[in-house]
């Protein structure tokens, strides 16, 4: 039988700008997730057909990322990320051995990207920017973003400091940029992906219930925490920095907002939230005496698939989510 006679089935898509931005099958990109999203993980979620990204926090030897980099072009032939916190790292360099690379997009998260995206002039890289409301996402198009990921309340790590929940920042978020929109914060089912398209979304980030996939380079105790984790594990710490994130409650955070609460001072503060009690954690697997970030979705999560398992249940679900909403509406 010839090739032009066999008949090859379309791969399955849901498409949107930013599935089209991103050149993605599913608008699904899983958010950087620092120490936890290595070459791995990436690589399985791309494969599965969304978008996943490499975090460099925790990875922030050049010849180390790099190395991860090529790991994750081994591992997959799809396009995947590079996630980007600005503001403790110097990234330039990192960021001009991203591009070297040529990876398909990058991710700013926690400051001022106007720098970081004038450097990306010229290239192909495709540019996310992680905001938590309008004002911020006007700037990131200003800037030259082509895709701004919205951040709610309900989210883990680093939230910002809007305090708008997601259903009340998607629709927000879409009426103040041309550009494509993804929605985080809270979402870790089809239903949420669904959700977030009716409120005008572009596609979603996912953090927290990637934490809990075979491929996440996370202790067996963090991934066992957030099967666990009800609606109310979790706390909002470090609102004294100006940096709010949520994080596991346990014994740390309790210290953490005891001191916040007595007005210690910053440097007291820092000393409680450095990187070596994020390690505690996601390496070390102890979840009393460490932070580590998780969102409320983890009251969502029953299981540790693999990535491309979860991946393909989230589209099945949001397909029934989609066919529900057009049996109810007509
Ligand atoms: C464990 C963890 C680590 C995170 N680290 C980063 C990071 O390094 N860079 C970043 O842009 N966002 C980071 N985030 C935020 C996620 O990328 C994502 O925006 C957020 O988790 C979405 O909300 P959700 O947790 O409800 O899915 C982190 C979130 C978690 C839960």
Sequence with gaps: MSTASMHIPPMDRIETRATHALNIRYPIVQGGLARIAKAELAAAVSNAGGMGQIAVAGLSDPDVLRAEIRKAKRLTQAPFGVNFPIGHLKIDALLDLTIEEGVTAVSFTGGNPQPYIRRLEGTDTRVMVLVSGPEQAQKAEQAGAHVVATVGYEGGGHIGRSDLTTIVAIPLVVR????????????????????????????????TRFIAVKEAFAHDNYKDAVVRANASDTVVVKRSLGTP???????????????????????????????????????????????VWVGQAAAMVDDVPSAGEYVERMVAEAKAAGKRLARLLG
């Design 176 to 207: 103040a940029v041309g550009i494509p929109v993804l929605a985080g914060g809270g979402i870790a089912d089809g239903a949420g992906l669904a959700a977030a398209l009716a409120l005008g979304a572009d596609g979603v980030e996912i953090g």
């Design 245 to 291: 994130g949520r994080a596991l409650a346990n014994a740390w955070t309790e210290r953490i907002l005891s001191a916040e609460a007595e007005g210690q001072s910053r440097e007291a503060i820092f000393e409680m939230v450095k990187a070596d009690a994020n390690e505690r954690g996601v390496f070390g697997g102890d979840m009393e005496s460490s932070l």
